[in-house]
């Protein structure tokens, strides 16, 4: 069986990732039809093989797909994601227009697929808002399936986050914006500034997204209610900072846990290595943890540095590191459809 498929945002960062992971993945596609801005219309998109062609959004665009991937901004995603559920496709979500909705599903497979497979497998006709399944943060993504196995076997009790961010995270202008900045710094040309709030080239920027009234920024807000929603933990405590740094791929995140019970390292580094989607690569000795420079373009979100915090009773840092534009949206995507596509028979 093979399915029709929208891609909203096909030419972007995260939805040419998700087009080159669908045809990695064998996603059964019998069409695609690829969507974005009224400048790239009549571009040519290559999936199995065949070329199709870019369309600009319409009211009928989405007639008997049944799924279609938003990969755009969050107010061009509010507005088409429910017309497309409303054509009745499974509509996978990487904006963070529906996230925190409590009626919509917010979703890491590996961590918490067991609500999508229950409401897969619920009795009766699904609604507009069972269709739609949100992607979390990328920083979220990575973060939550490096503490899910903790959780599982010691329980959370307060995680603190500080995050080293590329610039792949700002879409694909992020990334032009740092090369084109090198560029003119080396030859001590003026430098543009658009993307970010400061120069990017050579510098790290403590500041992602809006700040709050409470001095943090929407991003860091994100992540921690994000999280608290995937992990099913409304009260875990959580304290984050998030900063840009100058790289192409992957974003590193420092994380200081505090756990409810005591552990032991062994069992710490078999239960990071045995949880699926984590990869543990850890071994100071031979200068061996995960960097981004290394880990860019893999599947896998990878831990390492894995040590106890003396500070606390039972305390544990972790440096995690994944590319954000696969686990922490296109490949993540990808995963939510396939187990839609695993389950759906039983619906
Ligand atoms: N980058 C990440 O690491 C990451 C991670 C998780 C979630 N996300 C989220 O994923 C979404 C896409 O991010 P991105 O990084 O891929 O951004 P991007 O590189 O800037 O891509 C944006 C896409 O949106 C399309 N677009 C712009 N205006 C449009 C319109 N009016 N109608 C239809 N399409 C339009 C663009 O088409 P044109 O090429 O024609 O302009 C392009 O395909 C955002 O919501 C972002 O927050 C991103």
Same mark, same amino acid.
């Given at each position: 069986?093979?399915?029709?498929?929208?891609?909203?945002?096909?030419?972007?960062?995260?939805?040419?990732t998700?087009?080159?992971?669908?045809?990695?993945?064998?996603f059964?596609?019998?069409?695609?039809?690829?969507?974005?801005?009224?400048?790239?219309?009549?571009?040519?998109?290559?999936?199995?093989?065949k070329l199709?062609?870019?369309?600009?959004?319409?009211?009928?665009?989405?007639?008997?797909?049944?799924?279609?991937?938003?990969?755009?901004?969050?107010?061009?995603?509010?507005?088409?994601v429910?017309?497309?559920?409303?054509?009745?496709?499974?509509?996978?979500?990487?904006?963070?227009?529906?996230?925190?909705?409590?009626e919509?599903l917010?979703?890491?497979p590996?961590?918490n697929?067991?609500?999508?497979?229950?409401? /897969?497998?619920? &009795?009766?006709?699904?609604?507009?808002?069972?269709?739609? %399944?949100?992607?979390?943060?990328? +920083? =979220?993504? @990575? /973060?939550?399936? &490096?503490?899910?196995?903790?959780?599982?076997?010691?329980? %959370?009790?307060?995680?603190?986050? +500080? =995050?080293? @961010?590329?610039?792949?995270?700002?879409?694909?202008?992020?990334?032009?914006?740092?090369?084109?900045?090198?560029?003119?710094?080396?030859?001590e040309?003026?430098?543009?500034?658009?993307?970010?709030?400061?120069?990017?080239?050579?510098?790290?920027?403590?500041?992602?997204?809006?700040?709050?009234?409470?001095?943090?920024?929407?991003?860091e807000?994100?992540?921690?209610?994000?999280?608290r929603?995937?992990?099913?933990l409304?009260?875990?405590?959580?304290?984050?900072?998030?900063?840009?740094?100058?790289?192409?791929?992957?974003?590193?995140?420092?994380?200081?846990?505090?756990?409810?019970?005591?552990?032991?390292?062994?069992?710490?580094?078999?239960a990071?290595?045995?949880?699926?989607?984590l990869?543990?690569?850890?071994?100071?000795?031979?200068?061996?943890?995960?960097?981004?420079?290394?880990?860019?373009?893999?599947?896998?979100?990878?831990?390492?540095?894995?040590?106890?915090?003396?500070?606390?009773?039972?305390?544990?840092?972790?440096?995690?590191?994944?590319?954000?534009l696969?686990?922490?949206?296109?490949l993540?995507?990808?995963?939510?459809?396939?187990?839609?596509?695993?389950?759906?028979?039983?619906?």
């Amino acid at each position: 069986m093979s399915f029709k498929v929208g891609v909203i945002g096909a030419t972007g960062a995260v939805g040419r990732t998700l087009l080159d992971i669908l045809e990695k993945r064998r996603f059964p596609v019998s069409e695609l039809r690829p969507f974005a801005s009224s400048r790239s219309e009549g571009k040519e998109i290559s999936l199995f093989g065949k070329l199709w062609r870019c369309q600009a959004l319409k009211d009928d665009a989405f007639r008997g797909l049944d799924f279609v991937f938003v990969d755009v901004d969050d107010p061009i995603a509010k507005e088409w994601v429910p017309k497309a559920a409303d054509a009745g496709a499974w509509v996978i979500d990487n904006s963070a227009s529906f996230r925190l909705d409590p009626e919509v599903l917010l979703l890491v497979p590996e961590v918490n697929g067991d609500v999508l497979r229950r409401k /897969l497998q619920k &009795a009766g006709p699904l609604g507009i808002k069972d269709r739609i %399944l949100a992607n979390p943060n990328c +920083s =979220t993504a @990575q /973060l939550v399936m &490096a503490l899910k196995p903790l959780q599982d076997r010691w329980g %959370l009790k307060r995680v603190v986050a +500080s =995050t080293y @961010q590329s610039t792949s995270g700002a879409g694909a202008v992020g990334m032009s914006e740092l090369k084109e900045q090198t560029q003119a710094y080396l030859q001590e040309s003026p430098l543009k500034i658009e993307t970010f709030s400061h120069q990017i080239a050579f510098n790290c920027i403590p500041h992602i997204g809006g700040f709050s009234e409470d001095g943090y920024t929407s991003e860091e807000r994100k992540m921690m209610i994000e999280s608290r929603k995937i992990l099913g933990l409304s009260d875990l405590k959580m304290s984050v900072t998030a900063v840009r740094v100058p790289t192409f791929f992957c974003h590193a995140e420092s994380v200081n846990i505090e756990l409810e019970k005591n552990f032991e390292m062994d069992e710490v580094r078999k239960a990071l290595s045995d949880f699926s989607g984590l990869t543990l690569m850890d071994d100071p000795d031979q200068k061996i943890y995960p960097m981004g420079f290394s880990v860019a373009h893999q599947d896998s979100v990878y831990v390492g540095r894995v040590r106890r915090d003396p500070s606390l009773e039972s305390g544990l840092n972790l440096w995690v590191v994944s590319d954000n534009l696969r686990k922490g949206a296109a490949l993540n995507a990808v995963q939510i459809g396939e187990e839609i596509l695993a389950n759906q028979k039983k619906n």
